[in-house]
């Protein structure tokens, strides 16, 4: 039977067939909302597939990392959102008959062959806008279920009876939810691989997708803040003023407050909902933000129909960042749990997690917006120390770059401490870039090794570690790179 991606089928067959002939596995995951929904889509399909497995996440596949992971005495380890990018280390373990690895991603891979390998690059496909880690391990779960229904003949056991789990389509919705978090949604949508993977969980009843105002937080957000807080799209007169926001939305005939509490815009109706849309539009156009950004004000929003209203992880935006929000700060384990299912202890303590990124974000934005950043020739660039944590020094310059506080036509490299010897650097670019030939995963690949580190990623976002110390001596040669590729 034929999956999602029929490009896809051959590799994610094969993958599936060794994992079905694995006694145990050991699920090596990253820890970011992709990652983390890559983990539970895999966990899902081999706990249904009656394959016994222990998980571990890390930050970054180094050599360290692989080698932690070859010590365990596990013959199959399943990568899932990183391991194409150090395969080369990877196969030197699998050689010396550490472990076979199984490896679901889509981040640049390295130079290195490997038998089990699924990545929508190995077949043409964008790792960056089409198809997530997430995704990527979609495709396997469903090659997964597949292999489990012609090994055991007609659906068997109990737990396998719904034939909506035994296919695992309902595991669409986390691999739009990973999607979401890479932000291949950028555009204003998903596309490429990642539209069959939406169509499946239209299909199964897990999603729907609808045309709405593309602005963070319309789930669990009240109005005032929702507008407040808008900062993709920047409106004079309302985004970042919180009197701005109530201003604007009390001259328009709508009911504000509901039993003393701000209302939310899931709570508003159809027609209140195109009443605050035109009126903001209107309010755009008036005070002369360009059409192609006013475009951007509406966008396809995807909503996990089985979640309940006006919470966080209804809206697939919202979800991730709650992801993102434990996986960020070493608690994978409670985002993990969330994903699988766990609507009391988990989520609770996902969402104090929450409010402590959310902080977090806007301080080290706010740090960005005070110091500026350094303009070199082809690129700018800022060194935020131990101002900001290195887990979300890359979401922060990706919102930076969004900003009037940096230039919007070259790419952003953003340093962190990451400990005693080593910095973190990560990097931002825009769709406009790539299309004239940026590419950060190269740059980040090449002169963090130049420099005795080494990085990857992404055309578009890719990071690095590179030894204390180096940040100007990166900078230089990024810039001589970057200026390679746009000219
Ligand atoms: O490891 P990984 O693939 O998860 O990280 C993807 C990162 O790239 C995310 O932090 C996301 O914010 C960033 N990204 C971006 N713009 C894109 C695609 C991804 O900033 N168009
Ligand atoms: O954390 P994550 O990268 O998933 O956040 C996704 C987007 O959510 C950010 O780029 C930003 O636009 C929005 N966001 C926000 N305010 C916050 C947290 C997230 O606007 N406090
Ligand atoms: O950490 P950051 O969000 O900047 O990562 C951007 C992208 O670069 C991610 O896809 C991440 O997996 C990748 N990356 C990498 N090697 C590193 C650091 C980041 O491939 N050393
Ligand atoms: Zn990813």
């Known amino acids: 039977m034929g999956g999602p991606i029929p490009a896809l089928d051959a590799r994610a067959r094969s993958c599936a067939e060794r994992l079905a002939r694995a006694e145990r596995v050991l699920l090596a995951s990253h820890i970011d909302a992709d990652g983390l929904t890559s983990a539970a889509i895999a966990a899902e399909a081999l706990d249904r597939a009656a394959i ?110 719904d034939e909506l789990q035994a296919d695992n389509r309902d595991l669409a919705a986390l691999a739009v939810v990973g999607a979401v978090g890479d932000m291949q949604d950028s555009s204003g949508e998903l596309v490429g691989a990642n539209r069959e993977i939406v169509a499946e969980g239209v299909d199964a009843g897990v999603l729907a997708e609808t045309t709405d105002l593309a602005l963070y937080g319309k789930q669990s957000r009240p109005l005032p803040k929702l507008l407040e807080y808008a900062n ?23 009911e504000l407050e509901r039993d003393g509490e701000w209302r939310r ?34 966008g396809t929003t995807y909503t996990l129909t089985n979640e309940a209203e006006g919470t966080e992880l209804r809206d697939a935006s919202e979800f ?16 993990l749990a969330v994903c699988r299912g766990d609507r009391d202890d988990a989520l609770d303590e996902a969402r104090t997690l929450l409010t402590n990124h959310r902080k977090n974000l806007a301080t080290g934005l ?72 940026l590419d950060l995963s190269a740059v980040m690949g090449e002169v963090a090794r130049a420099l005795g580190g080494d990085g990857g990623g992404h055309d578009v976002a890719a990071g690095a570690t590179i030894p204390k110390g180096d940040e100007e001596a990166f900078v230089e040669r990024a810039d001589a790179v970057v200026a390679d590729q746009l000219g």
């Open 366 to 437: 706010d740090w960005v917006k005070e110091e500026g950043v350094t303009q070199g020739e082809h690129v700018q660039w800022f060194d935020a120390g131990e101002a900001i944590r290195e887990t979300i020094v890359g979401i922060i310059a990706g919102m930076a770059l969004g900003t009037d506080a940096l230039r919007g036509d070259r790419p952003v490299i953003a340093f962190a401490a990451k400990n005693d010897t080593e910095s973190k650097v990560s990097a931002r670019g825009t769709h406009r870039l790539v299309r004239s030939g």
């Open 52 to 161: 016994p497995f222990e998980t571990v996440f890390a930050k970054q596949l180094d050599p360290d990392a692989i080698a932690g992971i070859a010590e365990r005495d596990f013959r199959t380890v399943l990568f899932t959102d990183f391991g194409s990018g150090q395969l080369d280390d990877i196969a030197d373990h699998e050689a010396a008959g550490a472990f076979t690895p199984v490896v679901a991603d889509h981040h640049q891979p390295a130079d290195a062959g490997t038998e089990f390998h699924l990545n929508p690059l190995l077949e043409g496909l964008n790792g960056a806008t089409e198809l997530s880690g997430a995704g990527t391990t979609y495709v396997l779960a469903r090659a997964l279920g597949s292999e489990m229904r012609n090994t055991s003949g007609t659906a068997s056991g109990e737990e396998r009876s």
């Open 265 to 298: 815009w899931v709570d508003l109706t159809a027609d209140e909902r195109q009443t605050v849309a035109s009126a903001l539009l209107q309010r755009a156009v008036a005070r002369g933000v360009p059409a192609n950004r006013i475009d951007d004000l509406v």
């Open 232 to 254: 993709d799209v920047r409106i004079p007169g309302i985004s970042g003023s919180e009197r701005g926001a109530i201003g604007f939305l009390s001259d328009l005939d709508i």
């Open 320 to 335: 991730s960042t709650l992801l993102n929000a434990t996986a960020r700060y070493d608690r994978a384990d409670v985002g």
